[in-house]
């Protein structure tokens, strides 16, 4: 059985499957699945590697813990007068489930609602509703009792936390199965987040398009991305070229990086990390998998770790 450090990297450049064309209907399997997991709420929150490594070590945590330590946010906030204010600091775990409930509001108003309660969002979101509630008084919106939130003023202060009145340009580094999936993923500009380099060193890729964008070869990357203004890369190689290629993407001016690569990252303190490893998801579903196996048989675990029946 292949270790688990081994399935990241059949995700990544060098290991390649047919894609269909874009345009053509068909979206493979493993495009869906990325879908649902980082884009659609299939999972409220990552771990995060956090900017900041003034002693050379990166700090990284879970988003599900409401008590972790709080990020200054991205939005800029207006006064009354006009003035622009510094951002709040809300929790990351908040940050995080602020993008599901955009969603979620977001469906709401293409059916053509106006206004929701607090008990239906949090519902459709997968919160309770005092959480909700807690989680919109960072933007200052309490609702209107018996009303509800206004929809469309909902989304609109979400997407002002979230930097999203502004398109974010993405690069994506590693054309392999993932790196083709998400450069034929049609969400991204939608949301704010077009494509709009991808890289990879196969010799046999370069000036090819995918998802109408042709691939450039890695050394082009900080003249490209600082061309282009790309401000978030997504490294999808193998974790041998993931500190090389961060290096590249850095010195190209890009400010956020999401690591599919099961590698901690250096970087500048401006530059902030996002980490996803799919390794470590399995391994902690395989726990969940066994734990409940082992409810199931009446055994319980000690401090040790031990499981004892």
């Known amino acids: 059985m292949p270790a688990t450090s081994d399935f990241v990297p059949a995700f990544t450049s ?22 649902w997991k980082f884009l659609d709420g299939g999972q409220e929150a990552g771990v995060v590697a956090r900017r900041g490594r003034r002693n050379g ?10 008590n972790a330590p709080t990020a200054e946010i991205p939005a800029v906030e207006v006064a009354d007068n006009g003035e622009q204010v510094r951002a ?4 990351e775990a908040a940050v995080a489930r602020l993008a599901v409930y955009l969603r979620v509001l977001s469906a709401m108003a293409e059916q053509g609602a106006t206004t ?8 459709a979101a997968g919160v309770n509703s005092a959480k909700l509630r807690k989680d919109l008084s960072y933007l200052g919106s309490y609702g209107t009792r018996g009303v509800g939130y206004e929809v469309s003023v909902l989304v609109g202060q979400i997407e002002r936390t979230l930097g999203l009145t502004r398109q974010h340009k993405v690069a994506v580094v590693g054309i392999g199965n993932l790196g083709h999936a998400l450069a034929n993923y049609g969400g991204f500009p939608g949301r704010g987040f077009p494509v709009e380099a991808l890289f990879d060193v196969d010799p046999d890729l370069m000036g090819v398009p995918v998802g109408g964008i042709p691939v450039s070869h890695l ?13 978030i890369g997504v490294i999808a190689t193998p974790p041998t070229a993931a ?28 530059v902030e990390v996002r980490k996803v490893d799919l390794a470590v998801e399995l391994q902690i579903l395989s726990f969940h998998v066994a734990r409940r ?17």
Request: aromatic letters at 4%; one cysteine or more; proline letters at 7%.
């Open 14 to 35: 060098g290991y390649r499957i047919a894609v269909p064309p874009r345009g053509s209907g068909i979206e493979p399997d493993f495009a869906r699945w990325v879908k």
């Open 57 to 66: 070590s990166a700090v990284a945590r879970e988003l599900n813990a409401d």
């Open 88 to 91: 709040k600091a809300i929790p």
């Open 116 to 123: 929701v309660a607090s008990e239906e969002l949090a519902g």
């Open 219 to 231: 050394d082009d990357i900080p003249a490209v991305c600082a061309e282009r203004g790309i401000s």
């Open 243 to 270: 500190q090389s290629v961060c290096d590249r993407l850095v010195a190209g001016g890009v400010q956020c990086i999401l690591n599919f690569a099961p590698v901690v990252l250096q970087v500048p303190e401006q």
């Open 293 to 309: 196996a082992d409810n199931t048989n009446g055994s319980h675990a000690v401090g040790n770790g031990m499981v004892v029946r």
